[in-house]
């Protein structure tokens, strides 16, 4: 089975700050896939990324950036920058089998950006 | 491209009732369509894994009688959630798995989500 913690429930910061968004996942299997998705609050979920389980190379999007770490079973998220359109839910999540499986979503973490 | 539909949006409705919620990919065929449920200030839960043509599988605690699941084509997927009660009051989401895409992966594509609201 598979498990993705996130243990920030809520994090709040002023415009303009930089903030890391914590994931960490538990899975058996050798080939898996993480993601982060945001989730404003009219509901929908917005993708943000994808990472694979055999490719280790961080990823800037932007202010976005992600550090996926093997050794510590960890992909966490920073925003550069935040604004305060960046406010929601954002959640991080596990699938493998090639996305076969359904996703498995952490807690996900409440993100306040204060003006 | 994959773009996912899910109708309706929002639904309020009598305690008892059953209610049906449409999952259509739109411009890519899905053999596998998942629902997913999230109770307020919660995260998404699986419920169900849809296969196209054949019966859905339910993960632990769903009810299967409860959450009917029809896959009858390769674009559309119905959950029917019968004999609705307040307990069942959530935010159902679908996703369709792009049977296009990857050789090692078929990524997954959302709907916009469902809020049912039963009084």
């Known amino acids: 089975a598979q498990k993705v913690t996130q243990a920030q429930t809520e994090i709040s910061v002023v415009e303009k700050e930089d903030v890391t968004l914590d994931c960490v996942y538990e899975?058996?299997?050798?080939?898996?896939?993480l993601f982060w998705y945001k989730q404003p609050p009219s509901g929908e979920l917005v993708f943000l990324i994808r990472?694979?389980?055999?490719?280790?190379q961080n990823e800037i999007s932007g202010r976005y950036s992600w550090n996926f770490q093997k050794s510590t079973s960890s992909f966490n998220f920073t925003i550069t920058a935040s604004q305060v359109v960046d406010s929601a839910v954002y959640f991080c999540?596990?699938?493998?089998?090639?996305?076969?499986?359904?996703?498995?979503f952490g807690k996900g973490t409440h993100l306040i950006i204060q003006p | 491209g994959a773009v996912v539909s899910q109708h309706p949006s929002w639904v309020i409705c009598k305690s008892g009732t059953s209610v049906k919620i449409e999952c259509r990919s739109l411009?890519?065929?899905?053999?596998?369509m998942f629902w997913y449920r999230q109770f307020p200030k919660q995260s998404l839960m699986l419920m169900a894994t849809?296969?196209?043509?054949?019966?859905?599988?339910?993960e632990q605690g769903v009810e299967k009688d409860k959450f009917l699941i029809n896959h009858a084509s390769l674009t559309l997927s119905t959950l029917t959630v019968t004999s609705a009660h307040p307990e069942d009051s959530s935010f159902y989401i679908c996703?369709?798995?792009?049977?296009?895409?990857?050789?090692?992966?078929?990524?997954?594509?959302f709907g916009d989500g469902t809020r049912l609201s039963i009084l």
């Open positions: 899975t058996r299997d050798t080939t898996y896939y």
């Open positions: 996703s369709a798995r792009d049977r296009r895409t990857g050789q090692h992966f078929k990524p997954q594509h």
């Open positions: 411009d890519f065929q899905a053999t596998t």
């Open positions: 849809s296969n196209e043509g054949s019966k859905a599988t339910y």
């Open positions: 999540a596990l699938t493998v089998r090639g996305g076969a499986d359904g996703l498995t």
């Open positions: 990472r694979n389980s055999f490719d280790e």
